[in-house]
């Protein structure tokens, strides 16, 4: 076939391709081009008209076509490769629905932020029941923590709270770092399942052997030490099950790869694992501050009580009432990006354009000089 009449035919996908770079450029979007191009679709095309013009530039640079058509291929095959690779733009609306439609969705049809709720929220009132009970479980308390432990407990809250401003904000960017390495401990151990378990359990059961056991009526700590925890509590546990919950899946992806390979399984788990992860650290900075200016301040204990009922409900109206009934249309429409983007790096140019026409099967088969 003469490769002038061939690239000639091929005027119509250049056209179009040029189109979807002009909607890519103004608006962001495939779909603003037609509605043909919505969503992983308009993904697809606008990958496979790329890989047909990057294979008509080789073919018309290498039969020495006019400069022109050269030219235009060029620009046309640059201004394609700035969109396809292109760092996302801020989009307010973008970012607003990332946050309260598709997050909530996917973390409340997370079954490992359901397991990892379940064991630390489920271990912690255990253990702080049995701690609570001293008549029942007189050693439960100093086997856990240890007498040492129990001491310097109640002579950390033995005084009333008191502190300065510069107190706050240090104990502030304390709690920062510590509550921080909790959650990236959980979640770095994730990867292995057993040992994200492990930690996550063991950390449910020492706070809540610590609440049973300060909560007892003969506690003389009892009142200072409820009235520091109760404001950043919810913030603090929260975000301690969603940390292990975001290691855990992915751990899953690594252990249960459901027929993929074991980095891609990876990979599309860690696109999973990103809102959960995102939540925790967006709750431990809000249980830090609140530790560091809230929990440690002279407010009455009211204001600190109706702070933690406050904090609770809003974190289950976000979970729950924005995340329920579960619908994982957005998680999926993302997969079905990602793989598409998977397949750009990993398939050859040639095997792409034979799935686009005719036309495109004959540009992916050799062509000799004298057909030229």
């Given amino acids: 076939m003469n490769i002038a009449k061939l690239l000639e035919k091929r005027r119509s996908n250049w056209g179009e391709l040029e189109r979807l770079c002009e909607a890519m450029e103004v608006r962001g979007r495939t779909d603003k081009a037609g509605p043909q191009y919505k969503g992983a679709a308009g993904i697809v095309r606008f990958a ?9 530039l080789a073919l018309a640079d290498a039969y020495q076509l006019p400069p ?3 030219t235009y291929l060029h620009r046309l095959v640059a201004r394609s490769h700035n969109q396809l690779y292109r760092a996302g733009k801020f989009e307010p609306m973008g970012w607003f629905d990332m946050i309260f439609r598709v997050a909530p969705k996917e973390i409340y049809g997370d079954a490992c932020v359901r397991v990892a709720t379940l064991v630390f929220f489920g271990l912690f ?5 049995l701690g609570y009970q001293q008549t029942l479980f007189p050693d439960f308390a100093n086997v856990v923590v240890g007498d040492a432990g129990l001491e310097q ?9 008191v502190g300065s401003l510069d107190h706050y904000i240090q104990m502030s960017s304390f709690y920062i770092m510590h509550n921080t390495g909790i959650g990236l401990k959980c979640f770095a ?5 057993v040992p994200c378990l492990y930690i996550l359990a063991s950390n449910a059961v020492t706070l809540g052997t610590v609440f049973g056991y300060m909560a007892r009526e003969d506690n003389a700590s009892r009142d200072n030490f409820f009235e520091f925890v109760t404001a950043h509590g919810p913030f603090e546990l929260t975000a301690i099950a969603l940390s292990a919950a975001a290691g855990l899946r992915l751990g899953m ?7 993929l390979s074991r980095v891609d399984s990876v990979r599309r788990a860690a696109v999973r694992a990103v809102p959960v992860m995102s939540a925790s650290a967006v709750l431990f900075v809000l249980a830090a501050f609140t530790e560091g200016f809230i929990s440690p301040s002279p407010l009455a204990y009211t204001f600190k009580a109706a702070w ?5 409900s809003m974190i289950s109206f976000y979970f729950v009432v924005l995340g329920f009934p579960g619908n994982r249309s957005s998680l999926a429409e993302r997969e079905s990006v990602q793989t ?14 034979t799935t686009d026409s005719p036309d495109d099967v004959a540009l992916g088969e050799s062509v000799s000089p004298s057909a030229a």
């Avoid at 009132?125 to 029941?129: H, I, N, R, V």
């Avoid at 992806?253 to 027929?259: D, H, I, K, N």
Wanted: with cysteine.
């Fill in 253 to 259: 992806g690594l252990f249960a790869t459901g027929g």
């Fill in 153 to 161: 407990m109640d002579e950390m809250y033995e005084q009333e709270l």
């Fill in 48 to 56: 496979t008209l790329y890989r047909g013009a990057c294979a008509d």
């Fill in 308 to 312: 933690s009922v406050m904090s609770s």
């Fill in 189 to 193: 151990y994730g990867i292995l399942i």
């Fill in 68 to 70: 022109a058509t050269v």
């Fill in 125 to 129: 009132a255990l253990s702080m029941y």
């Fill in 340 to 353: 598409v983007l998977n397949f750009l790096d990993d398939e050859p140019a040639a095997e792409a354009t």
